[in-house]
Every structure is written in structure tokens, then in C-alpha cells.
């Protein structure tokens, strides 16, 4: 089945810190980008980070620079997001997109993060 999975979200204390985890199936990981995402409720979706399908590139957003950290493992077909020092701006349902310009646009169903003392 073609899809991508995140698993990872949890209840976290404000500074604390949670990887997110995106498994890919079904395609060629390894040729899309990644992105991850997050939306809360009333507002669109925003991109928090982004990396290239080799891993050579990556961007983040300013509100998350410094404290997330995104990554890939091809190899395994898995993407991850490193969040550090969260802080009570960061609650959200968190998204993985992988993407190809002339291929899959794949969302998966997202990770609730919630950050809380």
C-alpha cells in the first residue's frame, strides 16, 4: 500500500522533547521530499521543515529554527523530526508529506503533539 505513517506524538512538558517518526511504503522514498507539517484547529496548515529527497537540503521554518531538527533514512524508508525545547506554540496535529513533482503527493493522517505542564 502506497502511504506514509507518523507515529511519535505524545503529552510532553513545555522544554521537553519528542521525535516524530514517518514511515514510507509503497514507492520509492527515496526520490520524494519530505516535508512535515502542522495545523491547529481553525488555521491552515503550515510547513514546519523540509528536506530534499537526498537529505542535502533542508528548511525550516523561522518559529522552530534552532529547536527541530528533520531528517531521512532511506535506507530504512523512514523520515523523522527531532523537536526540541518545546514550548506551549507548538501543540498541534503534526503531518509527514512526501512528494514527487511528477509523481505521489502523499499525506499521512497525522500525530497529536501536546504540550503541557
Not at 528548511?59 to 518545546?86: C, E, H, P
Not at 503531518?95 to 502523499?106: G, I, K, M
Request: net charge neutral; charged share 15%; proline share 3%.
Amino acid at each position: 500500500q502506497v502511504q506514509v505513517v507518523e507515529s511519535g506524538g505524545g503529552l510532553v512538558q513545555p522544554g521537553g522533547s519528542l521525535r516524530l517518526s514517518c514511515a514510507a511504503s509503497g514507492f520509492a522514498f527515496s526520490y520524494y521530499s519530505m516535508g512535515w507539517y502542522r495545523q491547529t484547529p481553525g488555521k491552515e496548515r503550515e510547513l514546519v521543515a523540509h528536506i530534499t529527497s537526498t537529505g542535502s537540503s533542508t528548511y525550516y521554518d523561522d518559529s522552530v529554527k534552532g529547536r527541530f531538527t528533520i531528517s531521512r533514512d532511506n535506507a530504512k524508508n523512514m523520515g523523522y523530526l527531532q523537536m526540541n525545547s518545546l514550548k506551549p506554540g507548538d501543540p498541534a496535529i503534526y503531518y509527514c508529506r512526501a512528494n514527487s513533482a511528477d509523481a505521489y503527493d502523499l499525506w499521512g493522517q497525522g500525530t497529536q503533539v501536546t504540550v503541557s505542564s
